[in-house]
């Protein structure tokens, strides 16, 4: 993956795409949108029992990562993998379980990685979403997030790993 370029050893980056959806993937870009404990408003998801919840409000990605996917011929983007946020220039070796993120106002703690299911199969070329598995390829995952302070996130705002 490639190094981010960031001013505070990886720890300050940037939010680049707000992605929300009916239900399913891709999940469509907006430019600003309201995050509470429930999640990004006007997201929804058709299976609550393995998406969403107070544990999984947030799903968000690595900008660097999608983009090494896409190197890779795979025909991702942003929101394609069903992430709400994504950000770019963090270090996203050390966006895991525990730590926190100022997205804007929001301030987010990262609750777990991100299984892939096969609702993405189509982010990947050869439809094996197991390329972003945690256990198959860490370093490569999506991380879920718990919303500890609510409020209104747009594109471009800052997003620093706390």
């Given at each position: 993956?490639?190094e ?23 999940k ?10 429930q999640?990004v408003?006007?997201?929804?998801q058709?299976n609550t029992?393995?998406h ?24 991702v ?6 992430e ?20 804007g ?7 777990k ?12 070329a050869n439809?094996d ?8 390829n ?13 409020g ?5 705002d ?5």
């Amino acid at each position: 993956m490639t190094e981010p370029s960031t001013e505070r050893n990886g720890r300050q980056g940037r939010l680049i795409a707000i992605n929300r959806s009916g239900g399913g993937v891709p999940k469509l870009q907006v430019r600003e949108a309201r995050i509470t404990e429930q999640g990004v408003e006007g997201d929804l998801q058709k299976n609550t029992k393995i998406h969403g919840g107070p544990d999984r409000a947030v799903t968000l990605y690595s900008l660097e990562a999608i983009d090494a996917l896409a190197r890779e011929g795979n025909p991702v983007g942003a929101g394609t993998m069903g992430e709400n946020l994504t950000v770019s220039d963090l270090d996203w070796s050390l966006v895991v379980p525990g730590s926190e993120l100022l997205v804007g106002p929001v301030r987010l703690q990262i609750t777990k990685f991100a299984k892939p299911c096969g609702n993405i199969r189509a982010s990947f070329a050869n439809g094996d979403e197991s390329r972003i598995s945690p256990d198959a390829n860490p370093g490569w995952s999506r991380v879920c997030a718990r919303v500890i302070e609510s409020g209104l996130v747009r594109v471009g705002d800052p997003v620093v790993l706390l």
